[in-house]
């Protein structure tokens, strides 16, 4: 058997203690469940092997793959479109300052795409549902 720790608020697997390795008292508490003062529970050696790889959850006491919340996945999504745009503001800053030294070499193409990049970051920033975040194309990747 395998021991499964997991947060008791979050539901998240932690860890996983395969019952074969002695552990010291202190980690481990038998009496109550708990390893370091979470929960765990108790799968075999075939359910701790389908699991690798997987983020996983304890729900009702049965381990299950974890499922992002619509929240988590907005983040993500809104976190990506941010950085693609942060990144190629970045990588395009230098023509500022080549046009301060070669003026009339700023391409147009550049400039707008820049006005954009700031433009949406500033809108996907208040933006509120992923459909919504999701309409910005991806010409900054």
């Given at each position: 058997?395998?021991?499964?720790?997991?947060?008791?608020?979050?539901t998240?697997?932690?860890?996983?203690?395969?019952?074969?390795?002695?552990?010291?008292?202190?980690?481990?508490?038998?009496?109550?469940?708990?390893?370091n003062?979470?929960?765990?529970?108790?799968?075999s050696?075939e359910?701790h092997?389908a699991a690798?790889?997987?983020?996983m959850c304890v729900?009702?006491?049965?381990l299950?793959?974890y499922?992002?919340?619509?929240?988590?996945?907005?983040?993500?999504?809104?976190?990506l479109k941010?950085?693609?745009?942060?990144?190629?503001l970045?990588?395009t800053d230098w023509?500022?300052v080549?046009?301060?030294?070669?003026?009339?070499?700023?391409?147009?193409?550049i400039?707008?795409?820049?006005?954009?990049a700031r433009?949406?970051?500033?809108e996907?920033?208040v933006?509120n549902?992923l459909e919504?975040i999701?309409s910005?194309?991806?010409?900054?990747?």
């Open positions: 058997m395998i021991k499964v720790k997991y947060n008791a608020t979050t998240k697997v932690e860890g996983y203690f395969p019952s074969n390795i002695n552990y010291s008292n202190d980690v481990i508490d038998k009496e109550s469940k708990m390893i003062g979470n929960p765990y529970i108790e799968i050696k359910e092997e690798l790889g997987k983020k729900i009702g006491g049965s299950t793959e499922v992002k919340t619509n929240a988590e996945v907005l983040e993500e999504t809104r976190s941010l950085g693609l745009r942060k990144v190629y970045k990588n023509y500022l080549r046009e301060l030294d070669e003026p009339g070499t700023y391409p147009k193409e400039k707008d795409k820049r006005i954009l433009k949406e970051r500033a996907i920033k933006t549902t919504e999701n910005y194309n991806e010409i900054f990747e």
